[in-house]
């Protein structure tokens, strides 16, 4: 690992800082606006959906709404620019999706698994990626599901442990390679380091590995192009990057790993504007945002002639502490580039600045 030295740093600045009366579990911007969301649980057990303004130096609360269950995770990746309604997965295995102008009755609603969905990712909407607007949900029961909304209560498709295998607690999940019509995946990382990649359109199980730490998050570099890096955090400190241009019959994916800190690192999101650059978020309530560094060859052939790939370097742009609890969830801005904002446990959410991206 390396670090960018001297005045070409970026600097990582908290522009507003907003106290919340509930715990946070999710942000995400709203596309295409200066509103942002944030979504959790009430101290009596309901769910909260807040919708903010950024108004200058300040958030002011547009609506506040209620539901009955906890709400852990929103995704609005599978609906249009012209829509922009929000998928949620609740404490109770719902998933719904919300039109935020009459949010009282949900446009869509599954019952989709026996247990908390964990986590939530959405394709095929927002003009990115090809093919059918998907939502994956992944859950503490076990399973990962892929559900169209045009169709109702049934998913597209249900990966789940076969016959005799122990179910294991799906704590994070990410489409991918959704450049065509026929061609996207699903990763899936799980509570005991397994991570697994499914190919939906051969409706397979491609790729699998274990990190041996629980996967907090996955996300790929970007959804809408040939899988490139998938970036693993997890419950220690560590994240592994993968790149999945080459995959060797034997040894699967080259990686490279760093640990950043000593505690989990709960989210990894990538600057929607330069794949290279990410960010993840830790359990010390601190940032780091990375750059990754291409080999001069990204693959070479081993002693048998096969393709195999050659893991880059990671290089650390900047490190800052924000609270003294975990940061849990951490969205960047797709329409003005280095605005992000972070849900934490102080029951804070923060919007940021991150200056001189353009100069990396």
Request: glycine content about 10%.
């Amino acid at each position: 690992m390396s670090a960018v030295l001297g005045s070409e740093r970026p600097q990582v600045v908290s522009h507003v800082q907003q106290a919340l009366s509930y715990t946070v579990f999710d942000c995400k911007w709203v596309p295409r606006s200066a509103r942002l969301m944030c979504l959790g649980s009430a101290a009596r057990g309901t769910g909260v959906i807040q919708l903010y303004e950024l108004r200058g130096a300040r958030l002011e609360v547009l609506r506040e709404i209620e539901k009955p269950k906890p709400i852990k995770c929103g995704t609005f990746g599978a609906t249009s620019l012209q829509q922009r309604y929000l998928a949620t997965g609740d404490f109770d295995g719902n998933l719904n999706i919300w039109n935020l102008e009459a949010p009282e009755i949900p446009v869509y609603s599954v019952k989709g698994h026996k247990e908390i969905i964990n986590s939530i990712d959405g394709v095929g909407g927002l003009g990115i990626g090809e093919g059918a607007p998907e939502i994956v949900t992944g859950s503490r029961d076990g399973t990962v599901k892929v559900w169209d909304p045009r169709q109702n209560d049934t998913p597209v498709a249900n990966m789940e442990p076969v016959q005799g295998e122990s179910k294991r607690d799906c704590w994070t999940v990410a489409f991918g390679n959704a450049y065509n019509q026929e061609e996207r995946v699903v990763c899936a990382g799980y509570d005991n380091g397994d991570i697994k990649l499914f190919d939906l359109k051969t409706m397979s199980l491609r790729w699998e590995t274990n990190i041996k730490n629980g996967v907090c998050s996955v996300e790929f570099d970007r959804k809408d192009i040939n899988m490139n890096k998938l970036v693993a955090t997890s419950l220690e400190g560590k994240f592994h990057v993968f790149d999945m241009r080459t995959q060797h019959p034997a040894k699967g994916f080259a990686s490279v790993s760093e640990k950043a800190q000593k505690s989990t690192i709960w989210q990894v999101r990538h600057l929607p504007q330069n794949r290279d650059i990410f960010m993840t978020s830790g359990g010390s309530g601190s940032l780091h945002l990375w750059k990754y560094e291409y080999p001069a060859q990204r693959s070479k052939k081993d002693s048998e002639g096969s393709e195999m790939g050659v893991a880059g370097s990671l290089s650390l742009l900047q490190n800052v502490t924000l609270s003294t609890q975990p940061i849990s969830s951490l969205d960047w801005s797709a329409d003005k580039k280095g605005l992000c904002v972070c849900g934490a446990f102080d029951q804070t959410v923060r919007v940021l600045i991150v200056t001189k991206l353009n100069k990396i």
